[in-house]
């Protein structure tokens, strides 16, 4: 008679398998939630991602590196902090430097009809790139400003240069959840077909 071993499941294999399980559940979850408020606040809140067009900002950033910035008061902007800002006068195109000083004006209103004066104070950005010798021409105003930066990715650039930002993160979202859910159905069958967890017969 042929001899038959009965090959049986480590006591502790089955709660590293739930556990595993979950962890991957939630690392999914968790990006996919990411991904959807990324582009959430792009969309919604006033976000902006753009990709650096010069090394006027080195070594800081380099051209094709990727910004993050978001939504900031031009009150609440300090000194040394990179700024995301619209510049040009006929065509505006979007530039990122850093503030360097402020221009505080003020402004005497008369009503010519109750002859009251009102007084509306306003402040200007100094900004200037930190490879370049002089300060940027034109100061920048509170509506000219876009934001104030919150994060780099070196060299992301190549990447978002051809392809929208809304692609991309619907794209690696998929990828995502087709990864997830291929796990998923890989430990369901393993568990189905009793890899370990029954016995063989003899």
Do not use: C
């Not at 000194?79 to 505006?92: A, C, I, N, Y």
């Not at 370049?132 to 990715?153: C, H, K, M, Y």
């Amino acid at each position: 008679m042929a001899e038959v071993r009965t090959v049986s499941r480590l006591p502790w294999a089955p709660p590293l398998s739930t556990a595993a399980g979950v962890l991957a559940s939630a690392a999914f979850g968790l990006l996919v939630g990411g991904l959807l408020a990324a582009l959430l606040a792009v969309q919604v809140f006033g976000y902006h991602v753009v990709t650096v067009q010069s090394n006027s900002m080195e070594p800081a950033l380099t051209r094709g590196d990727v910004i993050v910035a978001r939504p900031v008061r031009i009150d609440d902007v300090k000194e040394g902090q990179v700024v995301l800002f619209e510049e040009g006068r006929d065509v505006r195109f979007l530039a990122v430097h850093r503030v360097v000083g402020f221009i505080n004006l003020r402004t005497n209103i008369n009503n010519t009809t109750t002859g009251e004066v009102t007084t509306q104070e306003s402040r200007l950005l100094r900004t200037k790139g930190d490879a370049n010798a002089t300060e940027d021409a034109q100061p920048v105003d509170a509506s000219r400003l876009r934001g104030r930066l919150w994060f780099s990715i070196p060299k992301a650039g190549l990447i978002f240069d051809r392809v929208p930002l809304q692609t991309v993160l619907l794209g690696v979202a998929g990828l995502a959840a087709m990864a997830w859910l291929l796990f998923e159905l890989s430990r369901r069958r393993r568990w189905e077909r009793g890899d370990g967890s029954r016995g063989g017969a003899p």
